[in-house]
């Protein structure tokens, strides 16, 4: 199961509004550059939130009180990116911009076989 | 209602904590807070997600994830936040629901588990457990971040 998501400045800035935070990298392009990306990042948790949107879809009310996400950040997402989140039937997550995994992890229900 | 604003203290509002400050074992003091149906719709939006949450036994309810927008509170109320944090890592476990429909109150805690060098980085492991009123765990997660200083 897996679903696409163009990922937009807008979009990083409406979860930085609800997320209450004033973490620079996730919108000032300079410092963003500073610190060795190419643009400010999405915020790792709005895109955690999405592969748990995935994860309701996939495993139904189970998911609110059985559910189990784990994620790594292995690479920036940045806006203007279309990436791809994916869970598969063992379980496994993924998301990749392009050729290029930015986070992997696991979606799964506690006590599932 | 608490927006996430209300009780997380915001990245250049205070001296930033140095990483030389965060000690290992600390409590993460407790906090609370009150998810209403506007911030389940706000938050919704924000993942691309419908508003009006989802329907388990007739009852509207959340995302479970809505708690990811409190989870760095726990750590930030008692290590103020320093500008380039980066989030390394995170797992969450969901144990109860919250409801769409209706005010839920919630108590925030944590404790810091660890925190290590690696290529040059250092990091802050640390845990956060949300329960409600009743005193029931809602969500458990375990968070590993980064900061420049």
């Known amino acids: 199961m897996k679903k696409d998501y163009l990922i937009t400045q807008e979009m990083i800035d409406r979860y930085g509004e609800i997320n209450g935070d004033n973490d620079i990298i996730h919108y000032d392009v300079e410092y963003a550059r500073e610190?060795?990306?190419?643009?400010?990042?999405a915020h790792g948790l709005m895109v955690q939130g999405y592969a748990s949107a995935l994860g309701a879809e996939k495993?139904?009310?189970?998911?609110?009180?059985?559910?189990?996400?784990?994620?790594?950040?292995?690479?920036?997402?940045?806006?203007?990116?279309?990436?791809?989140?994916?869970?598969?039937?063992?379980?496994?997550?993924?998301?990749?911009?392009g050729d290029r995994t930015c986070i992997v992890g696991s979606a799964r229900l506690r006590d599932a076989s | 209602m608490t927006r996430p604003s209300d009780v997380k203290p915001r990245e250049g509002d205070l001296?930033?904590?140095?990483?030389?400050?965060?000690?290992?074992?600390?409590?993460?003091p407790s906090?609370?807070?009150?998810?209403?149906?506007?911030?389940?719709?706000?938050?919704?939006?924000?993942?691309?997600?419908?508003?009006?949450?989802?329907?388990?036994?007739g009852k509207r309810v959340a995302i479970p994830s809505i708690l990811s927008v409190y989870l760095m509170a726990t750590l930030y109320r008692r290590y103020p936040p320093?500008?380039?944090?980066?989030?390394?890592?995170?797992?969450f476990r969901y144990y109860g629901l919250i409801s769409a429909?209706?005010?839920?109150?919630?108590v925030?805690?944590?404790e810091i588990l660890d925190k290590f060098e690696k290529r040059g980085r250092r990091y802050v492991r640390y845990v956060a457990r949300f329960t409600g009123a009743d005193?029931?765990?809602?969500?458990?997660?375990?968070n590993i971040s980064t900061f420049p200083n």
């Open chain 1, 59 to 97: 495993y139904g009310a189970d998911w609110f009180t059985r559910g189990e996400i784990e994620v790594k950040f292995v690479g920036p997402l940045y806006p203007d990116e279309t990436i791809t989140v994916e869970i598969d039937d063992e379980g496994r997550l993924d998301v990749s911009a």
């Open chain 2, 31 to 57: 906090f609370s807070f009150t998810i209403s149906p506007e911030i389940v719709a706000e938050y919704s939006r924000a993942i691309e997600n419908d508003p009006n949450g989802y329907v388990l036994d």
């Open chain 2, 82 to 91: 320093t500008q380039g944090g980066i989030m390394a890592g995170n797992k």
């Open chain 2, 101 to 106: 429909d209706s005010d839920t109150t919630i």
């Open chain 1, 35 to 41: 610190r060795g990306f190419k643009a400010p990042i």
């Open chain 2, 108 to 110: 925030g805690s944590g």
């Open chain 2, 15 to 28: 001296p930033g904590t140095r990483w030389d400050d965060f000690e290992i074992g600390a409590e993460l």
């Open chain 2, 135 to 142: 005193g029931k765990t809602i969500a458990e997660a375990e």
